[in-house]
């Protein structure tokens, strides 16, 4: 029973392409984020979504578009696909925003690798 | 200046030894620690959670938080091959509008058998 599903796990895809990657949550929890891993392994903010309202948005790209249409649900769509853009995204939840709340562990999904060639 | 710096590593010890994993960050509003471990091909999962400063003892694993150096850390003994994994700290400050973790880079450890 996975908590964090995202769609695809793998995506290859040429420069210029639109793409979406899906994601659900089966927790009951109110918050969702979206986060980008680098080659580096570095793992970064992308958006977080709270009750379907868009709480941060972490100077990314317009290009990027995430979409809650529920609490269970956040979407990520790419517009124009870059290079740059081939990472690993990874999408999380959280019962609520506030992590000094030892409820409030983030769960993250497999994520799914991107490759823009 | 990255808010959270933490050496990626590569890091690799003998099976049994004593592993010692570090964060230094530079927000001091940061009051909520983390330790997630990352195997190969997954997503992250929280492995300790540290408020303030102070240690935080489970099982082989050990979190300290010293707020006056801005310096964290985590420490497994006996590590076991199974411990193999990337370990990102995270943190997060209690401030409207910045709920968020944030996260170092990560230290790739290999415990040898």
């Known amino acids: 029973d996975t908590a964090v599903s995202q769609t695809p796990k793998y995506l290859v895809t040429q420069m210029g392409n639109d793409k979406s990657i899906k994601c659900e949550q089966n927790?009951?929890?109110?918050?969702m984020y979206w986060y980008k891993q680098d080659s580096k392994k570095f793992l970064k903010i992308m958006f977080s979504y709270n009750n379907k309202e868009l709480i941060i948005n972490e100077t990314v790209p317009n290009r990027f578009s995430p979409k809650s249409p529920d609490k269970a649900h956040l979407n990520l769509h790419i517009n124009s696909l870059e290079l740059g853009d081939s990472a690993v995204y990874f999408c999380?939840?959280?019962?609520?925003?506030?992590?000094?709340?030892?409820?409030?562990?983030?769960?993250f999904g497999q994520g799914t690798r991107l490759t823009v060639v | 200046q990255k808010e959270v710096e933490q050496d990626p590593g590569p890091l690799s010890v003998p099976e049994g030894a004593i592993v010692s994993l570090n964060c230094t960050y530079s927000n001091s509003a940061f009051q909520y620690f983390m330790w997630y471990r990352q195997y190969s091909r997954k997503g992250p999962e929280l492995l300790m959670y540290t408020y303030s400063s102070g240690n935080k003892e489970d099982g082989r694993f050990t979190a300290q938080v010293d707020k006056s150096s801005k310096y964290i850390s985590l420490f497994i003994r006996d590590s076991q091959p199974s411990d193999s994994a990337t370990y990102l700290c995270?943190?997060?400050?209690?401030?409207?509008?910045?709920?968020?973790?944030?996260f170092g880079q990560g230290t790739r450890l290999t415990i040898n058998p």
């Open positions: 999380a939840s959280s019962q609520d925003l506030f992590f000094g709340n030892t409820r409030t562990e983030a769960f």
């Open positions: 927790l009951g929890h109110d918050t």
């Open positions: 995270a943190m997060s400050a209690y401030l409207p509008g910045a709920q968020k973790l944030v």
